[in-house]
């Protein structure tokens, strides 16, 4: 699902039993009688929350007497996981948006992890089987399962998808003054970064204080794991990534890592003073209303919609990062989202589950995946053309499943997942090979190899 601040993705959920800050909750319909109340809960999206808004009138009005509360927080900030965990201690909610999960979030016993955020809570029993709900017969079931299988079941409907790590917005009207098209290799895209900061614009934009510049390190690594590689063997790449790592074969300063650093390196170097104070809340109003400058924008797609909201004569475009330098290589990654779950606790189960499937009725749904501007997860529903997604149309079937991480044991630090990046020039003063040497040490340490 789309959202207005996002370093989300890159957030694991908190644990239950969070108290709730006042004034998260954005929204609430309320009900006199909380006996007919059903509580949904999902992050903060404008365009979103008003499309699933409209769902629950309608299905307000089929069937009378019973009221819906949609519950919403950003993600940024740590909103979204406070008000998650503390629906989940009240056991006060019904339908409940998820990250999409992967097999990879259950890591195999001899990583000494236990499984985290969505994965935790389907592996612990806290969602229902949706495995053989007939609203699941309009969706892949392959996908469904790799989204949010576990062992035989199917603990959620993954309904959006977006193209996150890889993911850049660009201005068609900016590339056209200066003669330049659409960057397809990492040299074309380093050249035009150059062309641009000659003539006094500043090339790039990024949301550094939520973390955003991992788009461009996440999105440079994917298109180099990938390289020579069809999009079908993606899962197996990332499998057997986690498994050289496990087995000490691969750390985070091999080859491939140090290569990746040299790129982000170079692509940072063009980033907008004061990057590091950027939120993602406001990055893409910022980055709309400045039509003159800022030629692209790291973000993920679900924002695509929020950017011609805030910019209705903005004429832009969406493409993914070329981190390669093989034009047929740079594909993008696709991120499944939000996915819809019904807690086990619930006490109207069958509500819930007759709102889900109003939700994914080909009318609701085709309105609201136009409204989020996510990739459909429906093969009858087809994915719709937007003024912004005339790459995306012609590209998003070439891509792959986004990437899972190597599998870090719990109680590791931070450094064990990757380098830091807030920690990385120009953010911080390390290098890149000194954080890449810091992180490969931490990981290596962390292991025992």
């Given at each position: 699902m789309a959202r207005n601040t996002r370093p989300s993705r890159l957030v694991a959920a908190v644990t239950a039993g969070v108290t709730i800050a006042a004034g998260l909750t954005a929204c609430s319909s309320g009900s006199s009688?909380?006996?007919?109340?059903?509580?949904i809960a999902e992050w903060t999206n404008p365009a979103?929350?008003?499309?699933?808004?409209?769902?629950?009138?309608?299905?307000?009005?089929?069937?009378?007497?019973?009221?819906?509360?949609l519950e919403d927080a950003p993600t940024a900030a740590n909103a979204w996981?406070?008000?998650?965990?503390?629906?989940?201690?009240?056991?006060?909610?019904?339908?409940?948006?998820?990250?999409?999960?992967?097999?990879?979030?259950?890591?195999?016993?001899?990583?000494?992890?236990?499984?985290?955020?969505?994965a935790a809570l389907i592996a612990n029993g806290q969602f229902m089987d949706l495995s053989k709900q007939s609203f699941m017969s309009r969706f892949d079931t392959t996908t469904q399962q790799y989204t949010m299988g576990y062992k035989n079941g199917i603990y959620g409907v993954t309904v959006a998808e977006y193209v996150n790590n890889t993911g850049l917005f660009y201005k068609k009207d900016i590339l056209?003054?200066?003669?330049?098209?659409?960057?397809?290799?990492?040299?074309?895209?380093?050249?035009?970064?150059?062309?641009?900061?000659?003539?006094g614009v500043t090339p790039i934009y990024v949301a550094g204080k939520d973390g955003y510049q991992n788009i461009i390190w996440a999105g440079i690594v994917n298109q180099l794991l990938m390289e020579n590689k069809p999009a079908a063997e993606a899962a197996s790449v990332y499998l057997q990534r986690a498994e050289d790592f496990l087995n000490g074969s691969q750390n985070w300063n091999s080859p491939l890592y140090q290569e990746a650093a040299q790129r982000y390196e170079q692509v940072?170097?063009?980033?907008?003073?004061?990057?590091?104070?950027?939120?993602?809340?406001?990055?893409?109003?910022?980055?709309?209303?400045?039509?003159?400058?800022?030629?692209?924008f790291v973000d993920g797609s679900y924002d695509g919609n929020t950017i011609a909201q805030d910019n209705s004569k903005l004429n832009f475009g969406f493409f993914a990062i070329p981190g390669t330098d093989t034009a047929s290589w740079n594909r993008a990654a696709l991120a499944p989202d939000l996915s819809w779950t019904v807690p086990t606790f619930s006490k109207h189960q069958t509500l819930a589950l007759q709102w889900i499937d109003l939700f994914t009725q080909q009318t609701q749904y085709a309105a609201w995946i136009k409204a989020t501007g996510s990739i459909s997860t429906e093969p009858s529903v087809p994915t719709p053309t937007l003024s912004w997604t005339d790459w995306l149309a012609t590209n998003a079937s070439t891509g792959y499943v986004n990437s899972?991480?190597?599998?870090?044991?719990d109680g590791a630090s931070?450094?064990?997942?990757?380098?830091?990046?807030?920690?990385?020039?120009?953010?911080?003063?390390?290098?890149?090979?000194?954080?890449?040497?810091?992180?490969?040490?931490?990981y290596k340490s962390t292991v025992g190899h």
């Open positions: 009688n909380p006996a007919d109340t059903l509580v979103a929350v008003a499309q699933t808004q409209a769902v629950d009138a309608l299905f307000e009005k089929q069937h009378p007497g019973v009221h819906i509360q996981p406070t008000l998650q965990a503390s629906l989940l201690a009240s056991k006060n909610v019904d339908v409940l948006a998820q990250f999409a999960q992967n097999p990879a979030d259950y890591p195999p016993a001899s990583v000494n992890k236990k499984p985290s955020g969505t056209a003054k200066y003669g330049l098209s659409v960057p397809t290799t990492f040299t074309e895209f380093i050249n035009d970064l150059k062309t641009l900061k000659s003539h940072m170097s063009y980033i907008e003073p004061g990057a590091g104070g950027a939120s993602a809340q406001s990055a893409p109003g910022e980055w709309a209303v400045q039509s003159d400058n800022y030629a692209f899972s991480q190597p599998w870090i044991p931070k450094e064990a997942g990757g380098p830091v990046l807030t920690a990385m020039q120009p953010f911080g003063s390390q290098s890149p090979s000194d954080a890449l040497s810091q992180a490969a040490g931490a």
